[in-house]
């Protein structure tokens, strides 16, 4: 039975004539002794739970303390690897736009280094050609005089056609030399 601050102030003993019965304040001190013990026992489980839930509770701060250092610690790394990766990336594109401008560069050179092969051959061909077309026409130049020549001296190359050797020391054509004006 509980027993309420009320059912104690209220509790009425029998008197007798040396003063109240004692039975009835023993049996009344009992079950106030029992309530405040069960009370007592109660408030401990009480106090322990509030012991418990202030550890739990400190533990769930700390947690969360640390829950909060670890989502920021986090976000730094991740926005470390984040500029990192983008400062990479930027240096590889750098890279790339610098072996593309020296490819470009190499390949420019290249080109104006063919032109100038190509022109140069070209004046070597220019040059060839001119110098052969003097020499052909040198060459014609010289048929043409050495058939007028024929055709003066006709009547001397008939008599040295009969001799395989002229009187000058040459050869006459018919026997295959020159005589000595190279002809």
């Known amino acids: 039975m509980r027993i309420t601050p009320i059912d104690i102030q209220q509790q009425q003993f029998k008197t007798r ?38 550890a739990s509770l400190e533990e769930m701060r700390a947690r969360e303390a640390t829950l909060k250092d670890t989502l920021v610690t986090t976000q730094k790394v991740t926005d470390d690897l984040k500029a990192n990766a983008r400062k990479e990336a930027e240096i590889l594109i750098a ?24 022109q140069e051959i070209r004046r070597q061909k220019i040059s060839f050609e001119s110098s052969l077309r003097a020499l052909v026409e040198s060459h014609i130049h010289l048929l043409n005089l050495e058939v007028v020549q024929m055709e003066k001296g006709r009547d001397d190359l008939m008599l040295e056609e009969s001799l395989p050797f002229t009187p000058t020391g040459g050869m006459s054509r018919k026997s295959g030399g020159f005589d000595r004006e190279g002809r």
Do not use: C, W
């Not at 079950?31 to 839930?53: P, S």
């Open 17 to 54: 004539p040396l003063g109240y019965e004692k039975a009835g304040v023993d049996h009344f001190l009992e079950m106030v002794a029992a309530e405040l013990e069960r009370l007592h026992r109660q408030n401990m489980e009480y106090k322990e739970d509030l012991v418990r839930t202030r």
């Open 95 to 118: 890279d790339a736009q610098l072996r593309g401008e020296r490819i470009l560069r190499d390949a420019e050179q290249r080109r104006i280094q063919m032109i100038s092969e190509i």
